[in-house]
Structure formats: structure tokens, C-alpha cells
């Protein structure tokens, strides 16, 4: 299949400042779009999604953005906390295409610096 | 609600052996799913099921077999472990296409 891609490892931020993690598709089907969180040890936990009909979706602290035409996916945590430090995963799947799972980027380690 | 459990949580074997992984989930989702997880390669899907008594391949199904003989429960079989087989397992259970809720994971090491 497809992959889906994130544009940086690693991404250090001070504690407070807004961090914005990138993720790039190629599958033009892609219709759903999730964002998962995943400290060390533990299962991905959802962030945030957004499907293909809306750009832009808020949660609390965070922001997910949609750019279909570039086929671009990013997520925006405002005011980072030293417990938003780990690994973020973009995923997304065809969800017309039936239930064969999401297909995963290979994360960005967020790093909050007190 | 205990959302979505596996077990066991470690697990050490000898090339060859055999053991069984298990995933429970008391959300009543239709669908369930086993990845695995590598440094450097994010989470692959090994197999797939849309409901009970159904499962289907994913990306990365060699070396594994799955059940799914009641609603609540995935199984993920190993018959002959390989030291390629060394990962971390995570079972996940959604409402269709949508939002995966994913268990705590099963670190195997297979020497």
C-alpha cells in the first residue's frame, strides 16, 4: 500500500511554546485521518481526527489541518507540557476501501525542554 | 470499562516454539486488528477481522494466524516462532472504519 510519511524524528520544543508536527500521505483515497499519541511502554492513544470533507479540526490545546491538494496532515499543540512529550503518529486509511486497518507514518518523537 | 486488554505483556521464546496472544476488548466493536511494532518502522498490520468468525491478511501476515471465534476476542498465533518475529504486539478493536482503540501491547523476544 501507500505509505504515509512524517517529515522530522525528532522535534525539541520549550515547555510553552507551540509545536507543530508534519505528516505527508501519497494516497490520494485517503479520506480519514487520525493523529495518536504514544508514551513509552504504552498503546497509541487518539489525539484527534479529521476527515477529507474539513480542513481543519480543533481539540483541546490541539489543532489538526488538512491540506488535500498537497496531501499534507499537521498537528498543532499550543502551550506543549512536559507530559506531551512522546511519540506522534499520523495515520490514515481509505475508509471506503473497507476495514484493512490505517496505514501508519513512522512517528515524531516530541521532546518538551523544561 | 477495561477498554481493549491483551495478554501476556512479556513473553520470551525459543526459536520453534509456539504460542498464542490475546486480545479482549468489552466496547462490542465489530472490527479488530493486530500490528506490530518495530524501531524505525511505526506499526504494520498482520491480520484483520469485520466480525466474528471472519479475519483477513494485512501488510505482514507470514508466520501468523488469527481467530476470531467470539466478538470480544482476537486471537494472534505464532506456530513457529523466528527471531524475525521479535517485536511489540498491539491489538486494536474500532466501530468500522474509524477511530482504532488500541491495547497496552505484548513485548515478545524470540531467541
Known amino acids: 500500500g501507500e505509505s504515509v510519511g512524517l517529515h522530522l524524528p525528532t522535534l525539541s520544543v520549550q515547555e510553552g511554546d507551540n509545536s507543530i508536527i508534519n505528516c505527508a500521505y501519497s494516497?490520494?483515497?485517503?479520506?480519514?485521518f487520525i493523529w495518536y499519541k504514544q508514551e513509552s511502554g504504552k498503546g497509541p492513544q487518539f489525539i484527534i481526527d479529521i476527515r477529507s470533507n474539513m480542513d481543519k479540526r480543533q481539540g483541546q490545546r490541539v489543532t489538526v489541518l488538512l491540506n488535500k491538494t498537497v496531501k499534507h496532515l499537521s498537528l498543532q499543540i499550543a502551550a506543549t507540557q512536559p507530559g506531551d512529550s512522546a511519540v506522534y503518529f499520523c495515520?490514515?486509511?481509505?475508509?471506503?476501501?473497507?476495514?484493512?486497518?490505517?496505514?501508519f507514518g513512522k512517528g515524531t518523537h516530541l521532546i518538551i525542554q523544561p | 470499562n477495561a477498554g481493549v486488554t491483551q495478554t501476556p505483556k512479556f513473553r520470551v521464546l525459543k526459536t520453534g516454539q509456539s504460542m498464542t496472544l490475546l486480545c479482549a476488548q468489552d466496547?462490542?466493536?465489530?472490527?479488530m486488528y493486530w500490528y506490530r511494532q518495530d524501531p524505525g518502522m511505526g506499526l504494520r498490520l498482520i491480520h484483520y477481522s469485520v466480525g466474528e468468525g471472519t479475519t483477513a491478511k494485512g501488510e505482514v501476515p507470514d508466520g501468523y494466524n488469527v481467530s476470531r471465534l467470539k466478538k470480544q476476542n482476537f486471537l494472534l498465533g505464532l506456530e513457529s516462532a523466528a527471531p524475525s518475529q521479535t517485536s511489540v504486539y498491539f491489538c486494536?478493536?474500532?466501530?468500522?472504519?474509524?477511530?482504532?482503540?488500541f491495547g497496552p501491547g505484548t513485548r515478545l523476544t524470540v531467541t
Open positions: 486494536a478493536s474500532s466501530y468500522g472504519s474509524s477511530e482504532q482503540y
Open positions: 494516497n490520494s483515497a485517503s479520506d480519514y
Open positions: 466496547m462490542n466493536h465489530e472490527y
Open positions: 495515520a490514515e486509511t481509505d475508509s471506503g476501501g473497507g476495514a484493512d486497518g490505517l496505514t
